[in-house]
T-cell receptor
Framework: SQTIHQWPATLVQPVGSPLSLECTVE??????LYWYRQAAGRGLQLLFY??????ISSEVPQNLSASRPQDRQFILSSKKLLLSDSGFYLC???????????FGSGTQLSVL | AQTVTQSQPEMSVQEAETVTLSCTYD???????LFWYKQPPSRQMILVIR??????QNATENRFSVNFQKAAKSFSLKISDSQLGDTAMYFC????????????FGQGTRLTINP
């Protein structure tokens, strides 16, 4: 069966520090991968998606970047965090057979 | 661009009652999918139910069912025999049928099931 792993679960970082959040998927190949952000009490906003290795599409201009170095690995990064980068970040993968998205457990990022 | 609107920020019902959550959407697409996701206090996003726009029959998953009205662009979720474990944020979401399948979410409805 397919599983998605996302870590860390919680992260507290100072302003100006770098960021690296990692997401990996098991049990499937060539999935579409997504990074979403959820502000407190709000819906989810799509940040990046990838349809293959090295292929990244950005939905909103921001201080973040994404990379897909391997088929089932999706990384969210920043060189210098801003206070506004705080939020709950969710990785998701898409089952292309039935067009369903499944989410990881999320990372709560607090930038202080 | 597609938009999804959930007009009920919060709802509260007694255990075992039936509750209906509303969702409307706006799109010019003809082929698409609609979803309801549940986010409990753990914040894990859990897929509850999916509806294909080309299907007239409403989707059902055990106690969860939808009322899909394509012409009205309405997609409500009905929870029957509600349980304490149904307490969560519920998000309605839209996805086009072609291209990378990007979910567009509503703002969510906070549902509380009272004992």
């Amino acid at each position: 069966s397919q599983t998605i792993h996302q870590w860390p679960a919680t992260l507290v970082q100072p302003v100006g520090s770098p960021l690296s959040l990692e997401c990996t998927v098991e049990g499937t190949s060539n999935p579409n991968l997504y990074w979403y952000r959820q502000a407190a009490g709000r819906g989810l906003q799509l940040l990046f998606y990838s349809v293959g290795i090295g292929q990244i599409s950005s939905e909103v201009p921001q201080n973040l970047s994404a990379s897909r170095p391997q088929d089932r690995q999706f990384i969210l990064s920043s060189k210098k965090l801003l206070l506004s980068d705080s939020g709950f970040y969710l990785c998701a993968w898409e089952n292309r057979d039935n067009e369903k998205l499944f989410f990881g457990s999320g990372t709560q990022l607090s930038v202080l | 661009a597609q938009t999804v609107t959930q007009s009920q920020p919060e709802m509260s019902v007694q255990e075992a009652e039936t509750v209906t959550l509303s969702c409307t959407y706006d799109t010019s697409e003809n082929n698409y999918y609609l979803f309801w996701y549940k986010q409990p206090p753990s914040r894990q996003m859990i897929l509850v139910i999916r509806q294909e726009a080309y299907k007239q029959q409403n989707a059902t998953e055990n106690r969860f069912s939808v009322n899909f009205q394509k012409a009205a662009k309405s997609f409500s979720l009905k929870i029957s025999d509600s349980q304490l474990g149904d307490t969560a944020m519920y998000f309605c979401a839209f996805m086009k049928a072609q291209g990378a399948q990007k979910l567009v979410f509503g703002q969510g409805t906070r549902l509380t099931i009272n004992p």
